[in-house]
């Protein structure tokens, strides 16, 4: 079998900083995205009604941007042995619109024990930055994660 | 030209609520949402938390009452209470919590709730936006 190279709980500092490759938001991003949530807000689908809105073109929905950097999280670093995504606070700072390439920062703020001998949440502090390092979204995050079997 | 009818912050009434149809969430969408975003699920069968709280966004549009005019979406906390699987059936319930007037649009913070086929409520948060008014 193939060694678990997944951190446990137990590796997991409090302080620890990760930083994720960049990835361009592109318009078959937020089209694909519309499609699959149903979310046809036209702050995301309509470009000529958005010409004239403060953002000035179509911007991309915010929990795309989540589900990206969700993902870019995962590309940050050695990946954690989650159980699940327990809950997040988030806050939706800066428009992200097509062409702009996005990365995400994470820092372990808080690791707490549960009732559960098993696994612990871990608190990840995460921002995610645009190209001229901007911050379009930042929040916190808790995850469950398995404690080092046999510790 | 014809203007879309959008539901603006005066339309909003506290303590409103509103429920969603109903959708089963399948393979094919969870493939979908990993293709796109890279947020992959922790194995077989199991939905990334992050594609119900999407899907229940989209559901959100198919109640009888038009789009809330959202001018932006400010943020949200979220709680994941139960897992959700492929096949299970979803929707939502949400609540407006609080209106606030502002000089530009209001804010409007709506209490969501995701319940499975069972009557479990399975994720659970709320959302705040900036809402426009109706034009003058």
Known sequence: ?151 | MAQPSRFYFEDVGLHDVLETPAMTITEAHVTMYAGLTHDEPAEPGAVPEILPLCLTTGLGWRVPQPPLAVLAFMGFEWNVVLPVRVGDTIFSRSRTAAKRSMREGGVVIEEREVINQRGEIVHKGKFTFLVAKKPA
Do not use: C
Request: no cysteine; aromatic share 8%; hydrophobic share 35%.
């Open chain 1, 1 to 151: 079998m193939a060694v678990d190279s997944r951190r446990f709980f137990d590796d997991i500092q409090v302080g620890e900083e990760y930083e994720s490759p960049g990835r361009t938001v592109t318009e078959t991003d937020i089209v694909i995205f519309a499609g699959l949530s149903g979310d046809y807000n036209i702050l995301h689908t309509d470009a000529e009604f958005m010409k004239s809105s403060i953002f000035g073109e179509r911007i991309a929905h915010g929990l795309l941007g989540l589900a990206i950097q969700a993902g870019l999280f995962t590309r940050a670093g050695q990946p954690y042995a989650t159980l699940a995504f327990v809950g997040l606070r988030w806050k939706f700072k800066g428009p992200i619109k097509i062409g702009d390439t996005i990365r995400v920062r994470g820092k372990v703020t808080a690791k707490k024990e549960t009732s559960k001998p098993d696994r612990g949440l871990v608190t990840v502090e995460r921002t995610v930055l645009n190209q001229r390092d901007e911050v379009v979204q930042e929040g916190e995050t808790d995850l469950m994660v398995e404690r080092r079997p046999g510790r």
